[in-house]
């Protein structure tokens, strides 16, 4: 059983909360000084930020996506507090144009010469999973594409026509192939 005057150490928790320290345990010298190093809110908008919902408005996107965009493409950003209010972040406008720039342009229909991959199984006579597995070990290389549907904005993979009808040729070729190593001809 521990008695409760032997915790008198502090241990360091999420968000640089001290909880309690254990006895001879010793923590590195970063994580002490990551620790105490919190982020002060700015009082005033910086001259090169721009607030989440307006980061949004230029994506073309809720603000919570904003947020989640920009924080996992690194965008430079500082907390601002406001009167009465929780505190805000603003965004480096520069890096959030790139950003909307960087992103694909969305598309009402979808051009001919693209084809989704219901329509690629159809085509090469091959199951999802085969479809799959031919992306991921980069047989097949998959156009993603911003699009707009009766339900709202989706982001969809498409296949150019030409380089399905160009795999399936090599497939039919690696098949014939089997066949004749196998002794079927």
Known sequence: MIKRNIIPRRLIGAHGVRLF?????????????????????????PSWGISTSEAAEILGCRPSSARMLLDKTEVRKCKVK?????????????????????????????????MCAA???CYLRISRSTLFRYVRDGMMEPVC???????GLRLKHFFLRS???????????????????????
């Open 21 to 45: 320290d254990i006895q001879g345990v010793k923590y590195p010298a970063e994580m002490l000084h990551a620790v105490e190093k919190k982020e002060e809110p700015y009082d005033t908008p």
């Open 82 to 114: 406001r009167e009465s209010k929780p505190p805000t972040w603003y965004w480096d406008k520069q890096q959030v144009c790139m950003v909307a720039e960087a992103r694909r342009k969305e598309m009402r229909e979808i051009p001919p010469k693209y």
């Open 119 to 121: 329509e690629v199984m």
């Open 145 to 151: 594409i911003r699009h707009r549907t009766a339900q």
């Open 163 to 185: 380089d399905v009808r160009r795999f399936g040729y090599h497939l039919n070729a690696l098949k014939l192939k089997q066949k004749e190593e196998s002794g079927f001809f």
